[in-house]
């Protein structure tokens, strides 16, 4: 079968299933076959960057972080040209989560904070929560206390559904004084 003969959808589903029983590099490679499909077809860019992101996730948990950032960079790009906030958002995330990977952590806080700042404009409190724990863990790490105490105060104030405890954080974090 040539790759314009390949249903992307298809190979979308066979990826996901894929990366559920954790075989990522099988993952990755669906999600890869899946762009180029989308790409030759009439479901545009927007799918193929999305299975890109998914392919980026793929390898990322495979322990491939360059592979995972290269499928990942300009994806960012091309659903802000089409106005898409959330995934926008979730690919700069990803992005960052390779540098970090990489070990690129300047790199991987400036993504996090663009990240941020778009899935905070999306309205997306769960996804923003993660990151801003993310870039939090980093400048933990680098010895940045108060930094990283405003990301975890982010952090909870973005998540929708708090559990018990950060709901106790939370109303603690009201007393502040840094």
Do not use: C, H
């Amino acid at each position: 079968m040539t790759i314009e003969e390949e249903n992307p959808a298809l190979l979308a589903k066979q990826g996901k299933q894929a990366f559920e029983r954790g075989q990522y590099d099988q993952a990755a490679e669906f999600f890869r076959r899946a762009s180029r499909a989308f790409t030759l077809g009439r479901a545009g860019q927007d799918n193929a960057a999305e299975m890109d992101n998914n392919v980026s996730v793929a390898l990322l948990q495979a322990g491939k972080a360059q592979e995972a950032l290269d499928a990942a960079l300009g994806t960012d790009e091309i659903f802000a040209q089409m106005g898409d906030l959330r995934r926008q958002g979730m690919a700069l995330g990803n992005q960052a989560a390779a540098f970090e990977a990489l070990g690129r952590t300047d790199e991987a806080l400036k993504a996090y904070e663009r990240s941020a700042e778009i899935l905070s404009r999306a309205g997306e409190g769960d996804m923003l929560a993660m990151v801003k724990q993310s870039a939090a863990a980093i400048r933990l790490k680098r010895g940045e206390i108060v930094q990283s105490a405003l990301n975890m105060v982010g952090s909870v104030e973005a998540k929708s559904k708090p559990s018990i405890f950060e709901r106790i954080l939370k109303f603690l974090f009201r007393f502040k004084t840094w």
